[in-house]
Antibody, heavy 117, light 112 residues
Framework: EIQLQESGPGLVKPSQSLSLTCSVTGYTITSGYDWSWIRKFPGNKMEWMGYISYSGSTNYNPSLKSRISITRDTSKNQFFLQLNSVTTEDTATYYC??????????WGQGVMVTVSS | DVVMTQTPVSLSVSLGGQVSISCRSSQSLVHNNGNTYLSWYLQKPGQSPQLLIYKVSNRFSGISDRFSGSGSGTDFTLKISRVEPDDLGVYYCGQGTQYPWTFGGGTKLELK
């Protein structure tokens, strides 16, 4: 069974960087699919942030393009999110998810990140 | 960006009843390859979102046939029949036709 698990700090100070890890079991991230980060803000709005493909290419939401980086460690079957220069508006629950051609079929349980001094 | 508009924002239903949720996109979701990449997700309380329907009307593995999706172009509907307690939560539509991929604002399904 495919499982995704996010980890990382739950509190980040404004202007610092947010760093999260998604650990994948049950599927090798270099075998196929795109591996995405999605966030849900307080109040239900959801935003796709970007992905790293099975081949290592990346694609980011233009709204975040200057601040976001998604990388991976294939030896650990993990991929990572780094979001720079965070503000309180980046407070959200962050999910990693697998995306095929059409949809996000497997999601992690999410990690709540608060940006506050 | 493609804007996804869901209505209603919230919905009350009796157990065993039927409900419909509408999702409209600001642009056609028909991809150049002829497919329409509209999906539906349910986020139950305390859980992560789960995929219900993909490509407008295809149920994901293990999803009950009480859930059905329909629509085309810019207008889509999710119908839930014989509502059960486990169906409660927030429903989202999402489009994967055009970058950046976007989601609707959510419809909260509650018990009457």
């Amino acid at each position: 069974e495919i499982q995704l698990q996010e980890s990382g700090p739950g509190l980040v100070k404004p202007s610092q960087s947010l760093s999260l890890t998604c650990s994948v079991t049950g599927y090798t991230i270099t075998s196929g699919y795109d591996w995405s980060w999605i966030r849900k803000f307080p109040g239900n709005k959801m935003e796709w942030m970007g992905y790293i493909s099975y081949s290592g290419s990346t694609n980011y939401n233009p709204s975040l393009k200057s601040r976001i980086s998604i990388t991976r460690d294939t030896s650990k079957n993990q991929f990572f999110l780094q979001l720079n220069s965070v503000t309180t508006e980046d407070t959200a629950t962050y999910y990693c998810a697998r995306k095929g051609i059409t949809c996000f079929d497997y999601w992690g349980q999410g990690v709540m990140v608060t940006v506050s001094s | 960006d493609v804007v996804m508009t869901q209505t209603p924002v919230s919905l009350s239903v009796s157990l065993g009843g039927q409900v419909s949720i509408s999702c409209r996109s600001s642009q056609s979701l028909v991809h150049n390859n002829g497919n329409t990449y509209l999906s539906w997700y349910l986020q139950k309380p305390g859980q992560s979102p789960q995929l219900l329907i993909y490509k407008v009307s295809n149920r994901f593995s293990g999803i009950s046939d009480r859930f059905s999706g329909s629509g085309s172009g810019t207008d889509f509907t999710l119908k839930i029949s014989r509502v059960e307690p486990d169906d409660l939560g927030v429903y989202y539509c999402g489009q994967g036709t055009q970058y950046p991929w976007t989601f609707g604002g959510g419809t909260k399904l509650e018990l009457k």
